[in-house]
């Protein structure tokens, strides 16, 4: 069973930069590949970025390519989200997700046995 964290979110104006944390907990982190989603109310939670469990891979979604960078510290039991150049829309709850699977469709919420309780990410023009 693994226990995740996040941390990081906050008001922050279009333009700026926020860096999401993830803390995992209960489980050998570096078996597990990591995803972090979005969601606002009234719509599905969306992918936004995945990494491996060694870290030597990573996809993100095409609105925040170029933007947000995914990375993880197995010895700390950590992953994150640099978020640049932020944009109102980027406005969510962003939650952190773990996955056991070898092979799987990492855009895809279904592939992700664990959850963080969400933070709350806001992007003022």
């Known amino acids: 069973q693994v226990q995740l964290v996040e941390s990081g979110g906050g008001l922050v104006q279009a333009g700026g930069s926020l860096r999401l944390s993830c803390t995992a907990s209960g489980g050998t982190f570096g078996t597990y590949s990591m995803g972090w989603f979005r969601q606002v109310p009234g719509k599905e939670r969306e992918f936004v970025a995945h990494i491996r469990r060694g870290g030597d891979s990573t996809n993100y979604a095409d609105s925040v390519k170029g933007r947000f960078t995914i990375s993880r510290d197995n010895a700390k039991n950590m992953v994150y989200l640099q978020m640049n150049n932020l944009k109102p829309e980027d406005t969510a709850v962003y939650y952190c997700?773990?996955?056991?699977?070898?092979?799987?469709?990492?855009?895809?919420?279904?592939?992700?046995?664990?959850w963080g309780q969400g933070t709350q990410v806001t992007v003022s023009s």
């Open positions: 997700a773990a996955s056991g699977r070898i092979f799987l469709e990492w855009a895809r919420e279904i592939a992700y046995s664990y």
